[in-house]
């Protein structure tokens, strides 16, 4: 080995907790460019090879009941590739062993082939044959939770006909990637159930011969979704069409979707930080080391080294840097990127998502840091290469400080003399402070932003789950039914109290806006299920009236006043002319609202309902869910205790995972900023500290001098990293706001604070582990050596 | 006559530091011969590392020219004169500029991984009397033995000319008379020109030829009849 590579490791090996504090930063960005990058390659390629594999379609719509008579020209729609009819429904199941009940989606399976649109693939069995009245192949999810075998049976109440079903087979399907109930919050793979079950016997059990319910489109390269969704509902028009939508609308790959756009988003914010923190502590140091080794690097020149050889030999030293931040990287994103696997295969369906890491994202993101740590070393290096040997001889003349305003102040206010050099030296750097101020910021910034996203989700929830809807559960019907059913369920055991509402399918136009969604009525003064505002005040849908959420009304341009056209899609499909009685700020959802009795009134019709909110007593759930099983038209039920319990469960993980990951990530950046920069103080300020010692000065004194500053920094980086942190919350209240949510804005003094103790205690804790350097610090030597 | 191995024809070198122009050398001719070892002698500030420097191709002139033998250097751009420097030049400095994180081997080793015809650097502080210190980190070692490393570093490339400034400048008198000894070790055994700066006017007598500076001009250049080894020397 060369002797100047020899030079090149002991270097390394002296400045290795240096190095490591860096490369622990530089580890941050590789680690989560390779987890959200990969995650992102990886979600989104298994996604279109399986849309593509399995034809998932592109177009969906609802009918009630059209006759399958109309499917030629359905097919002849301009644009459309291949059609699906289908026959879906819903069944609330009755599982032994499971005292609640759970909620089934029935679809039929064609009889004549298999289907070509949305086909499942096959997980274990087989498909049911298509003669069979009690074969039925479900999804494999439902399947494994709830320990279903090939030939277990369950119990379906199929359109208020109790029927026997044995599972023949278990499948996964494109169409159920992220796999929720109508009106479900979160996935629930026990109590929800995909039942693919043969077409004549799911026609006979719906009275849907001849008919069907529910089509998938598959449309031609060229086609313009719009058109054909035109199309489509121009001719599903008379058979109760309840409004056609693309994929966007598909509840599965829109939320599949979010999340792939959430981890691309990630992987270009997220990482760049940590690269240019890391980029600024490497310029920071190897600009040190080179200054410390002037003399060294004249004497290489005079030796006859070239500046290139020099030049490389500087880029080198910060190359370790990086290959140490790239190997703890690598490793740390590998590790995570399992767990986010993990965590994907519990919220999302894949039949064989490869959450492999594609090697060219360990390449890229390991170049990314290599240049980042180049770039950040390459002044330094070529500072190295040009200095004259000559000049770099000879001792570098000391750095000329000029009286300021500052130093006039300075003496004014009487201070000592350490707290002049601390104050000195920080307005003497001004680029260095700064740049030593935004990195300790970023830390700052960090948690703030970790600690916001959870207040803005316990806020959400607390809004959406216990003050909007206090019931113990929402029992939901395959059609409106009268009011007075309402007697019934009253008369079911254990419910204390039922309040009606309904949801009516709808398009709400405004001119050429339009949007389709479902319009909920309920009575004024309803105690369970309420309009609640971000502001935490109750709205209530004034008679003759529509309380819109503003989310919608500015989608669809409407303000109070405003007539707003409403096309109700079920019932009578009438269309009415409704004015704009009042807006409410929600976080989720476009809301329309209105009075339940105005609408009756509007609909000529005898009170109708859709929903019966209830609360229960909980000595009586047994019972209850015995009886529930048997009422006829009853599509599903919505245990809310469940769902917010295991909303909360699922955030409660979050917070605590989330929390702990930026307080890590804001400790190494403080660690690295702070330890780097009272180092370098250190060295810079051996001989003045060692002069203050031989005066006389205490350790104690000399120690405030090198804690002082770093501590000032970390202090005047607070209010940096506050607005920083702010500003990122305010960002990722930007983009996380999408036409279904948003987040609301909400920063609690208490995050600050905590964001501040953090940095602040692992700012102090680097200082005082340099700190202990000067003990050891040998006054004569340093004295002695020449600089 | 000898053969003439540096010559300089008029040579200036002006340092403009914004407000005044200093003149470190002020129009210097002058002749180095073949196996000689000439003092450079002056009070500090007198120009004499400025033309030390110069005559290593460390620096550049402000005007005037310089050959080391037919090469004339002040035709040479950067990439010229660090190959000049590698080929032919050793030099020593006061401060031993030695690379602290390498022994005393590696050192020498800095300079024998580029030369084009080195000696083991085990052999050339063997020359410097330090064959026993070979793995020792210059924090290991004093002063006196820190510059005769810094001496085995230069000669180890068999330079044709070895340039010394103020080797013996941080040392006290017999470590520095050890050093003064190896040196002229080195010159009569290879016949290495040798160019010793230094401000010790006693230091003056074991040369062959004593060149005088003054203000950045040669003010007398003499040839000592008589030599006298540097262990006769005292200061
Ligand atoms: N890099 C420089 N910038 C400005 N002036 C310099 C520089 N190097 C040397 N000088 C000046 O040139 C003159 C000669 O310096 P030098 O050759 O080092 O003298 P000596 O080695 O004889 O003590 C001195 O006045 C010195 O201040
Ligand atoms: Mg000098």
Known sequence: ?787 | MAEVIFRTEDITKVYDTGEVKVYALAGVSLELYAGELAVLLGPSGSGKSTLLNILGGLDHVTDGRVWFRDLELTDLNDRGLTRFRRDHVGFVFQFYNLVPSLTARENVQLVTDVAPDPMPAAEALELVGLGHRLDHFPSEMSGGEQQRVAIARAIAKRPEVLLCDEPTGALDSKTGVQVLEVLKTINDQFGTTTAVITHNAAIQQMAHRVIQFQDGKINEVHVNETRIAPHEIVW
């Open chain 1, 1 to 787: 080995m060369q002797a100047l590579d020899k030079k090149l490791f002991r270097d390394f090996r002296r400045l290795w907790v240096q190095a490591v504090a860096i490369a622990l930063v530089l580890s941050c960005g590789v680690a989560l460019l390779l987890t959200s990058f990969g995650m992102y390659q990886a979600l989104d390629d298994t996604r279109a090879a399986y849309y593509e594999r399995n034809r998932f379609g592109d177009v969906w719509l609802d009918t009630r009941r059209a006759p399958e008579t109309l499917l030629p020209e359905l097919r002849a729609i301009d644009g459309v590739y291949a059609i699906e009819p289908r026959v879906v429904g819903a069944a609330i199941l009755d599982i032994e062993g499971r005292s609640e009940s759970a909620v089934g989606q029935i679809l039929s399976w064609p009889e004549d082939d298999d289907p070509l649109l949305n086909v499942p693939l096959l997980r274990s069995g087989g498909y049911p044959a298509p003669t069979s009245t009690r074969d039925v192949m479900v999804n494999e999810p439902f399947a494994e939770a709830n320990g279903f075998e090939i030939g277990s049976v369950f119990h379906a109440n199929l359109n208020g006909q109790r029927r026997e079903l044995r599972i023949v087979g278990t499948a996964l399907s494109p169409e159920y990637i992220y796999t929720i109930s109508p009106g479900g919050m979160m996935p629930d793979n026990e109590g929800f159930g995909i039942i693919w079950m043969p077409e004549r016997a799911v026609a006979a059990a719906f009275d849907m011969e001849g008919a069907f319910n529910n089509l998938s489109v598959r449309i031609t390269q060229d086609a313009s979704e719009d058109e054909v969704i035109d199309a489509l509902d121009r001719l599903a028009e008379p058979y109760g069409g309840l409004g056609a939508y693309g994929r966007a609308q598909q509840i599965s790959d829109s939320f599949v979707t979010s999340e792939i756009a959430q981890l691309r988003g990630m992987a270009m914010v997220v990482p760049p930080i940590f690269f240019a923190i890391a980029a600024f502590l490497v310029s920071m140091v190897m600009g040190r080391i080179v200054a410390l080794e002037r003399s060294e690097i004249g004497l290489l020149k005079a030796i006859g080294y070239s500046d290139l050889e020099i030049c490389l030999h500087y880029l080198l030293l910060a190359g370790f840097i990086a290959v140490v931040g790239i190997a703890i990287g690598w490793g740390a994103g590998t590790w995570l990127a399992r767990g986010m696997a993990v965590q994907y295969a519990e919220f999302f369906d894949f039949p064989y998502l490869l959450f492999r890491v594609p090697g060219w994202v360990y390449a890229i993101s390991g170049l990314a840091a290599l240049v980042t740590t180049m770039l950040g070393a390459a002044r330094a290096a070529l500072a190295a290469a040009r200095l004259a040997p000559a000049i770099a001889m000879q001792p570098p003349a000391p750095p000329r400080f000029k009286r300021s305003m500052i130093d006039v102040a300075m003496a004014r206010l009487r201070l000592s003399q350490p707290t002049v050099m601390i104050l000195r030296s920080f307005f003497r750097w001004p680029g260095r402070s700064a740049m030593t101020c935004l990195g300790l910021g970023f830390a700052v910034a960090s948690v703030v932003a970790a600690s916001f996203v959870n207040d803005a989700l316990e806020n959400i929830v607390d809004v959406a789950f216990y003050q909007s809807n206090r019931q113990d559960a929402m029992l939901l019907f395959t059609e409106n039914v009268p009011e007075t059913t309402i007697a019934e369920v009253r008369r079911l055991p254990g419910v204390l109290q039922a309040e009606p509402q309904q949801y009516l399918p709808a398009i709400l136009r405004n001119g050429p806006l339009e949007k389709s969604l479902a319009v909920e009525a309920r009575r004024p003064g309803t105690d369970l299920s309420r309009v609640i505002g971000a502001d935490g005040e109750v709205s209530t849908a004034e008679p003759g009236g529509m309380l819109l959420s503003e989310r919608l009304a500015s989608q669809l341009d409407l303000g109070i006043g405003d007539m707003v056209e409403v096309e109700f899609l079920s019932g009578r499909r009438e269309t009415h002319e409704m004015v704009v009685t009042g807006l409410v700020e929600q976080y989720f959802g476009l809301g329309a609202y209105a009075d339940l009795d105005y609408l009756n009134q509007v609909f000529r019709q005898s009170p109708q309902m859709s929903v019966v909110n209830v609360t229960l007593d909980d000595n009586e759930l047994e019972a209850l869910h015995a009886r529930l099983k048997d009422i006829p038209r009853l599509s599903g039920l919505i245990m809310m205790n469940d769902t917010r319990r295991s909303f909360q469960d699922t955030i409660r993980e979050n917070v605590v995972v989330m929390n702990t990951v930026y307080i890590v990530i804001a400790v190494l950046i403080t660690v690295g900023v702070a330890y780097n920069g009272a180092r370098i103080q250190l060295s810079e300020r051996a001989r003045e500290l060692a002069s203050l010692r031989i005066l006389g000065f205490s350790r104690g004194e000399v120690s405030y001098v090198l804690v002082g500053e770093t501590m000032l920094l970390a202090l005047v980086a607070q209010p940096i990293g506050w607005l920083l942190g702010a500003g990122i919350a305010q960002a990722m209240v930007g983009a996380f706001s999408s036409d279904i949510y948003s987040m609301p804005l909400i920063l609690k003094p208490d995050i600050f604070s905590r964001a501040s103790l953090v940095v602040l205690a692992a700012a102090l804790a680097s200082a005082l582990i340099v700190r202990r350097r000067l003990d050891n610090l040998n006054l004569v030597s340093v004295m002695k050596t020449r600089e």
